[in-house]
């Protein structure tokens, strides 16, 4: 099993991808069309909102004891799986 501290670094650094990647793509969203743009922002607003979940779920981790921080990470590993599928799927979709 992955130590906490092992675990938040690991999550962070893939935070950080994730923010750069969503920057790239609310970057991309302002090229096409109005009506495109509005999708564009409505996704971008989703992932913006896992986002800050995830980073709540972050900080959370990094108060929890060590004994506590396990229960914490599968609520983590959920919004970390949603984040990186979401993220997925906009590049998809603004392709």
Do not use: C
């Given at each position: 099993?992955?130590?906490?501290?092992?675990?938040?670094?690991?999550?962070?650094?893939?935070?950080?991808?994730?923010?750069?990647?969503?920057?790239?793509?609310?970057?991309?969203?302002?090229?096409p069309?109005a009506?495109?743009?509005?999708v564009?922002?409505?996704q971008?607003?989703?992932?913006?909102?896992?986002q800050?979940?995830?980073?709540?779920?972050l900080?959370?981790?990094q108060?929890?004891?060590?004994?506590?921080?396990?229960?914490?990470?599968?609520?983590a590993?959920?919004?970390?799986?949603?984040?990186?599928?979401?993220?997925?799927?906009?590049?998809?979709?603004?392709?």
């Amino acid at each position: 099993m992955m130590s906490r501290d092992a675990y938040v670094k690991r999550l962070k650094e893939q935070l950080d991808r994730w923010n750069g990647e969503i920057d790239r793509l609310e970057a991309r969203s302002k090229q096409p069309l109005a009506q495109a743009k509005k999708v564009y922002a409505r996704q971008l607003d989703d992932l913006r909102e896992q986002q800050a979940q995830l980073q709540r779920q972050l900080a959370e981790l990094q108060r929890a004891s060590e004994h506590a921080w396990t229960h914490i990470q599968t609520g983590a590993e959920k919004a970390w799986k949603a984040l990186d599928a979401s993220v997925k799927k906009a590049w998809s979709e603004f392709d």
